[in-house]
C-alpha cells in the first residue's frame, strides 16, 4: 500500500489481510518496513490484527518475505498516535539497523467518519 491524498496509510482489503507500505524497505533490510492491517472489523468477525494489543515487549513476531525467507522481530515497544499527529518516526530510521512497525486501529469508532480515533504502533527489531 502507498500513502493516500491525504497523507495517510492505505489499508488493506478485507479484516484478513496485512498490507505493506510499498514506498518503504522491505522486512529485513535496514530501515523501517511498516504494515498495516485492520482491528474491530463490523459485524464482530475477526481481524488480523485484533490482538496486536496484547503485544509486549520481548515478544516475537515472524514474518515470511514473498521469497519464502523467515525473519523474526523482537518488539520493543509501542506507542498510540491520534489518528491525525504525525507520525514519521514510524516510517523513518537512521541507526543502521532493520525494524519492523506495525500498525493498527485503537480507540473509539467514528461512524461517521468510518475510521478510529487513534492508530497503535508495535515496533520491534530484527534479530542477528
Known amino acids: 500500500m502507498g500513502l493516500l491524498k491525504d497523507g495517510s496509510l492505505g489499508i488493506p482489503e478485507g479484516p484478513i489481510n496485512v498490507a505493506w507500505y510499498m514506498d518503504g524497505v522491505i ?3 535496514i530501515g523501517n518496513a511498516v504494515m498495516d492491517g485492520h482491528f474491530g472489523w463490523k459485524d464482530g468477525i475477526p481481524a488480523v490484527f485484533d490482538k496486536l494489543n496484547q503485544l509486549n515487549k520481548g515478544d516475537k513476531i515472524i514474518v515470511q518475505n514473498i521469497d519464502g ?3 523474526n522481530f523482537t518488539v520493543t515497544g509501542y506507542k498510540v ?3 491525525d499527529d504525525n507520525s514519521q ?3 523513518v530510521s537512521n541507526d543502521k539497523k532493520s525494524h519492523l512497525n506495525l500498525i493498527t486501529c485503537k480507540g473509539i469508532w467514528n461512524k461517521s467518519l468510518e475510521s478510529y480515533s487513534e492508530r497503535l504502533v508495535i515496533f520491534s527489531d530484527l534479530e542477528i
Open 27 to 29: 522486512p529485513g533490510e
Open 69 to 71: 525467507t523467515v525473519l
Open 81 to 83: 498516535f491520534d489518528k
Open 89 to 91: 518516526e514510524v516510517f
